[in-house]
């Protein structure tokens, strides 16, 4: 596709349910971000691939977090065990270039935690 | 902690004002800056980026960057009531991250 694609849009989710959110980045980016947007304020890094390589998972806010990219393409960040404080917007941002800050991000993936 | 600071707002100015928007950060390693604009319910976009000391124009963006002083500024000229939104300051973190402030709300009354 021509941009980022996120999916699912929408999750809502029962405390204590795992949920997967998954990123098809621009074809050929090489580097790939997961950032959490609590409402009204800015994204938060939660963790960076070049590649398949994950080279800074600093802001993964706990060990609940896991993201992947196997191949290098499409990635996945999952959460375990949800709690309401996990509720956010988790958007999703693909970069041709590691040495500039021009990404472009997806629609982003809302999940609510009940 | 590597932090990226901005004035939450709302900055309000009239249509075909100049509206100032600001930033300070805290890593001095940070070598590159960036601002994005974020329409309510949209995801952020990139507007602007400056990598080295001084002013750079684009159309009707001005982006100032101050590295001694650890500051990034944007001035928006003839400010249009479609440039209300969000601007999210951003500061290129020394492990390829990208750290941004939590955003600058900005309303142009026509």
């Known amino acids: 596709g021509a941009g980022v694609s996120q999916s699912p849009r929408y999750k809502v989710a029962k405390r204590g349910q795992d949920v997967a959110l998954r990123c098809d980045p621009i074809?050929?980016?090489?580097?790939l971000f997961w950032y959490q947007q609590a409402l009204g304020q800015g994204p938060e890094f939660l963790t960076y691939?070049?590649?398949?390589?994950?080279?800074?998972k600093s802001g993964l806010p706990s060990d609940r977090f896991f993201a992947e990219r196997p191949e290098g393409s499409v990635s996945t960040l999952k959460i375990q065990r949800t709690q309401q404080e996990d509720s956010a917007v988790y958007l999703c941002?693909?970069?041709?270039?590691?040495?500039?800050?021009?990404?472009?991000f997806g629609e982003g993936s809302r999940l609510t935690v009940l | 902690q590597k932090e990226v600071e901005q004035n939450s707002g709302p900055l309000s100015v009239p249509e075909g004002a100049i509206a100032s928007l600001n930033c300070t950060y805290s890593?001095?390693?940070?070598?590159?800056f960036f601002w994005y604009r974020q329409y309510s319910g949209k995801s952020p976009e990139l507007i602007m980026s400056i990598y080295s000391n001084g002013d750079k124009e684009d159309g009707r963006f001005t982006a100032q960057l101050n590295k001694a002083s650890q500051y990034v500024s944007l001035l928006i000229r003839d400010s249009q009531p479609s440039d209300s939104a969000t601007y999210l300051c951003?500061?290129?973190?020394?492990?390829?991250?990208?750290?941004f402030g939590k955003g600058t709300k900005l309303s142009v009354k026509p």
């Open positions: 951003a500061g290129g973190g020394s492990q390829g991250n990208l750290i």
């Open positions: 074809s050929g980016h090489v580097s």
């Open positions: 890593d001095r390693g940070s070598q590159s």
């Open positions: 941002a693909s970069s041709a270039d590691r040495e500039t800050g021009e990404l472009f």
């Open positions: 691939f070049q590649n398949e390589a994950q080279l800074d």
